[in-house]
């Protein structure tokens, strides 16, 4: 994933992300090309390689995610980009970013 680093969150933070993550709805695929916007890296360790990635595209509700621990069949899936849980995670991510 590229793209610089906007926010980073610790302690309840990083649940309230990751539950927000969990909760939101797969969708029906759309096609616009995959241009994600938006993505999280998760780390055990700040100083080693992340966990997961995961990068999200708000245009064709599709979501990429890749790790040493992330199974084959969960590297792509849909996401329900207009759920509460989607618009939660767009607009916290948003809010991280430079003003």
Do not use: N
Not at 58 to 72: A, I, K, N, Q, S
């Amino acid at each position: 994933m590229t793209g610089p680093v906007v926010g980073h969150w610790e302690g309840p933070a990083v649940a309230e992300m990751l539950t927000a993550v969990r909760k939101i709805p797969a969708a029906a695929l759309t096609l616009c090309g995959f241009a994600p916007g938006w993505g999280i890296r998760a780390y055990a360790d700040p100083a080693g390689p992340p966990l997961y990635e995961a990068a999200f595209c708000y245009g064709c509700d599709m979501v990429w995610l890749w790790g040493p621990r992330v199974p084959e069949p969960l590297h792509r899936q849909t996401f329900a980009s207009d759920s509460p849980y989607a618009l939660f995670l767009r607009m916290r991510m948003r809010a991280a970013g430079p003003q």
